[in-house]
């Protein structure tokens, strides 16, 4: 029987045959199995905690088939159950929001702040709620590190430890830039960039500690190719491509990937000033001939997030409708 370390990749469940039901326990990924008793071991991987749970049913069902199935269903598959904690920033609206609650469908406990408490917030706690999971949101300016440290704590003492990141709080100041004032593109750096740089400076040690985990940074195209009145805004966009692909380096040999998503232009309050003939040009310069939804970004998340992204690390993903061809 398991008297050492469990391999970290998988979720492991444990048993002892007839009084599985009341007995079993759900093992961390990495934990010690303490008790020399157990006879039944069921694993599964964590991309599907369903495909988990249906694997422990089947298993205790074989071990107690006198035991009706809607018990163990009901009792012992709640507990065992684990869901992992998603943390994302600027998650109250827009690109973030639309990640807090497709991580939600994924079967994630989702924390994630914003610098406001309004009914924005409340509305994404409500839809990731909507899967089962819990949905835990906080105020924290991502430039402020020590915000930040509060914040990660916080989530972490509500949803356990942290295994995938999402940075995805940014601003704009958009001007010209021998117009741009100071403040400006000070504002912008110190959210978007130093923000990127306090948050996983806060989070990813817990990830080092645990050799597991994942990094999504949202970037920008205009981080890739610049753009007009941007120089603020494409400058921290391109900051945060080098800030990921050191930090891949520093860590993939502890099993943590980082890679970096970069939309073009997609449909959230942000882009919601730029009208008319404005909206008119860039839809003009997009091969697809559509705005991109922030549930299309989302969607890259969740693949660059999931196991079907187990080789990929310190890449930068274009979502933009074929913006940049
Ligand atoms: P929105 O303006 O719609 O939402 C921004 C989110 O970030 C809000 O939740 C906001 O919270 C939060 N936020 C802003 N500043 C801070 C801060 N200092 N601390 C914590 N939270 C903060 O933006 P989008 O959804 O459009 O953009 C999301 C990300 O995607 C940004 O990084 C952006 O640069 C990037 N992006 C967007 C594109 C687009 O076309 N929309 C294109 C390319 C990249 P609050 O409500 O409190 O302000």
């Not at 702040?113 to 924005?120: I, T």
Request: charged share 20%.
């Amino acid at each position: 029987m398991f008297g050492g370390k469990l391999p970290a990749d998988r979720l492991w469940i444990a048993g002892r045959g007839h009084g599985i039901c009341a007995r079993s326990v759900y093992l961390r990924p990495g934990f010690a199995l303490r008790r020399s008793t157990w006879r039944t071991y069921v694993s599964a991987t964590m991309s599907d905690p369903h495909k988990c749970r249906d694997a422990g049913v089947a298993e205790a069902e074989k071990l107690s088939p006198h035991r009706p199935s809607n018990r163990l269903r009901g009792v012992f598959v709640s507990e065992l159950v684990e869901r992992r904690h998603a943390l994302v920033t600027g998650g109250s609206r827009g690109i973030g929001r639309a990640v807090v609650v497709r991580l939600a469908a994924d079967g994630y406990d989702v924390s994630f702040c914003s610098r406001a408490d309004g009914p924005e917030a409340a509305q994404t706690v409500k839809e990731a709620e909507q899967y089962g999971g819990r949905a835990f949101h906080a105020v924290c300016d991502v430039a402020q590190a020590d915000a930040v440290d509060a914040f990660v704590k916080a989530a972490q003492a509500e949803l356990g430890p942290v295994y995938a990141l999402v940075n995805s709080a940014g601003i704009t100041r958009d001007k010209p830039m021998v117009l741009m004032p100071h403040a400006d593109w000070q504002a912008v750096i110190d959210t978007n960039l130093t923000g990127t740089f306090n948050v996983c400076r806060s989070a990813v040690f817990g990830l080092m500690k645990r050799k597991a985990g994942v990094v999504v940074n949202m970037s920008s195209v205009a981080g890739v190719y610049g753009n007009r009145a941007q120089t603020n805004y494409s400058a921290s966009k391109a900051g945060i491509i080098g800030l990921s692909k050191s930090l891949a380096k520093e860590v993939a040999s502890m099993g943590i990937r980082v890679n970096v998503v970069a939309p073009g232009f997609i449909d959230t309050d942000m882009t919601a000033v730029l009208t008319g003939t404005i909206r008119d040009k860039a839809l003009e310069m997009i091969p697809m001939r559509t705005i991109g939804t922030p549930e299309n970004v989302a969607d890259l998340v969740s693949f660059l997030i999931s196991d079907k992204a187990a080789y990929i690390t310190g890449q930068v993903v274009q979502v933009d409708g074929g913006i940049a061809l």
